[in-house]
């Protein structure tokens, strides 16, 4: 597993895109293999986790023909049984979404992922899909999963934690459910699902936290999609370049998705000089340019909804938090710990090595932010956004730092290293 070394770096400053999202990435993957007629697909990830999907769509008989890294074209329906368990690697997305839409159908399967995936909270999907009349089985509460065919009803779900992915997995197996699915949510989670089965011609309406889906849907239309840059992606180089003094940094192309645009809002509290100019819609997902410029940043108490509309970004928020004058207070952030891997618990030990003064909270954390930090050796537990975390620390901290298991930053934004290389920062991977 490969090592990067990050030096401490004056500023950030130039013009860049990042990958496409992963959030849609996946989905159009999977929405694309229950849809009649050829999917044309622009700008999707080719990550560690999407590339999980990738092999499982294919498995499942659909013939993904890649045109070049970034653009994909296959034929949706004709589903087959799978030769062997689905293997998702570490990508939860890719399970629970696919959990969803293979009990519906005519044959079994099995859900299965590295050791990683396999310590990962699963009956909170195989509960949801049950009550549908689903035959799915897990393990202990975990994956493996395994599934064979049963027909499936519709249910009103009321959730008790606000996820994308549990509300996901729950419409996708409504798509072949006999009478209407209803999911009330307690906040706003990601709503990619719902944008792009509306894109596709589904029977989907949304009233504020409530998504109502109609009985079986005969037919979805292909895909026709332009993926945006992942805004999660960028929110690294957002905090390194707010932290960084007389960084200015224009990053194009972004998804700006509000229940994906938390970052942007936290960063501005934070007293951040963060702008975003929406351009475009590209199949129901707003996108646009984002420019931030470096300078003093101030404590935070983030709680409610903002949570969920940043739930992946605060880890890098905890950096920016440190780098910050005062206290900064994360609170109802406990799905953290049911990440990749526990994140209140790995951002505390992590970021405590590099001096920053941490205190774990069973549903958050604390910062005291403001002091100087020193680069060391740290750890990026084989966590994507711990590693990222890491080396944007490692851009203020004194000295080199070390971040070791850094292999798993291409699980979700390949290029990471060389992006920030590009903006002026001492950057090698060893
Ligand atoms: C995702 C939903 C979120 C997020 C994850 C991606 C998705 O998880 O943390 O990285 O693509 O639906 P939860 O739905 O578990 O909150």
Known sequence: MSTLTVSRTPALRGRISVPGDKSISHRALILGMLAAGENRVRGWLPAGDTLATLGAVRALGIDVLRENETSLRFQGGGLREPAAPLDCVNAGTCMRLLAGALVGQTFPSVLDGSPQLRRRPMARITGPLRAMGASISDTDGRAPLHIEPAPLHGHEHTLSVASAQVKSAILLAGLHAEGATVVHEPGPSRNHTEVMLQAIGADLKVDKHTVHLAAAQPRLEPLELDVPGDISSAAFVLVAAACLPGSDVVIEHVGLNPTRTGILEVLARMGSDVAS?????????????????????????????????????????????????????????????????????????????????????????????????????????????????????????????????????????????????????EVRTA
Do not use: W, Y
């Open 277 to 425: 100019t929406e351009r475009e819609e590209s199949g129901g997902e707003p996108l646009g340019t984002l420019r931030i410029r470096g300078g003093d940043l101030r404590g935070v108490s983030l709680g409610g909804d903002l949570i969920v509309r940043a739930i992946d970004e605060l880890p890098v928020i905890a950096v920016a938090a440190a780098q910050a004058a005062g206290e900064t207070r994360i609170t109802v952030a406990a799905e953290l710990r049911v990440k990749e891997v526990d994140r209140i618990a790995v951002v505390a030990q992590e970021l405590r090595k590099l001096g920053v003064q941490v205190s774990e909270q069973p549903d958050g954390m604390v910062v005291e932010g403001g002091h100087p930090l020193k680069g060391t050796a740290v750890d990026s537990h084989g966590d994507h956004r711990i590693g990222m975390m890491l080396a944007v620390a490692g851009l203020f901290a004194e000295g080199e730092t070390h971040i070791q298991n850094a292999g798993c930053i291409a699980d979700s934004f390949p290029g990471f290293a060389a992006t920030l290389a590009a903006l002026g920062a």
